[in-house]
Every structure is written in C-alpha cells, then in structure tokens.
C-alpha cells in the first residue's frame, strides 16, 4: 500500500518505555561518573574511637541491669581521658609520619624515634584500658557479661 502524495508522514512517537529506560541508563552513567570523580578525593578522617566506644556504652546501658550499667559507666568515665589520648597519639603518629615523608630530606631516625615514642605511649594507654576492662568484666554480674558478649563489640 502507498502513502498519498504530499501529506507529510507524522512524526512517530517513542513508546513512554524507552524513554524511562533512556532516562534510567543516564542517571546510571551519571552515577558511576560521580562515583569515579569522587572516588579522587581523598577518604574520610578514621572516626573517633571514643565516638563508636560511648555509643557502645549507651547502647549497653539500655540493656544491663542497673547495677551492671553503673559499673560499665564508671569504668568507661574513668578512661575516657585514656581514649582521647589514643586518638591524639594515633593522629600525632600520622602527621609526624606525613611530615617526615614529606621533608625535603628524610631523616629515617629522627622518624624511628618518634614511632617508638608513639608505641610506647599506646602500648602504656592500651594496658591501661585492659587493666580497667578486667577490672569492670570482674565486677559485672555473670548475666551483664552475657548480654555484652551477645551485643557484640563497639561499633
């Protein structure tokens, strides 16, 4: 069958379909694009282990018995000094680090002493913070240790 001669054809219209589809596989392209330009960025600062550490204890408050979450409070009260200057010690370590590789001349012992320095002072925190966990896990009541263990660690 033929078309009339010089009636223009009308124009056919895209299904509704294809340009959903069209428009989903742009904001996918635009999407991974995104993702790759930011991706160039340097990462996020590591969160502060006091931050995941209080909310652990929060959280834990919420499911001890009252004399358990007292325990638990006190002891965390009583490091959370000693955790702020883990994080200040871990930060110190890393700018020094940066620093020392930066540096137009490297100076390899003046950076081993001051790892050394950084180790000594976390290993002393460390064992600091495990002495007061033994202590607070020994005064906990059997079923206060039993809810932390099924809480799982600080997140």
């Known amino acids: 069958m033929s078309r009339p001669i010089g009636r223009p054809t009308a124009p056919r219209r895209w299904p509704w379909y294809l340009l959903i589809g069209s428009l989903g596989m742009n904001m996918l392209l635009g999407g991974i694009l995104a993702a790759q330009a930011l991706h160039l960025m340097p990462p996020p600062p590591p969160p502060d282990p006091g931050q995941g550490l209080e909310r652990f204890v929060e959280r834990a408050e919420r499911e001890l018995s009252p004399a358990?979450?007292?325990?638990l409070r006190r002891g965390y009260e009583a490091e959370r000094m000693a955790v702020e200057r883990m994080h200040q010690n871990?930060?110190?370590?890393?700018?020094?680090?940066?620093?020392?590789?930066?540096?137009?001349?490297?100076?390899?012992?003046?950076?081993?002493?001051?790892?050394?320095q950084a180790h000594a002072t976390e290993a002393d925190l460390r064992g600091r913070l495990d002495s007061r966990v033994i202590e607070v896990l020994s005064q906990l009541s059997?079923?206060?240790?039993?809810k932390l263990v099924e809480m799982g660690p600080p997140r």
């Open 68 to 71: 358990d979450a007292a325990v």
């Open 142 to 146: 059997p079923e206060g240790r039993r």
């Open 90 to 116: 871990m930060e110190a370590m890393r700018r020094q680090l940066r620093d020392s590789m930066s540096a137009p001349t490297f100076d390899p012992d003046g950076l081993r002493r001051a790892l050394d």
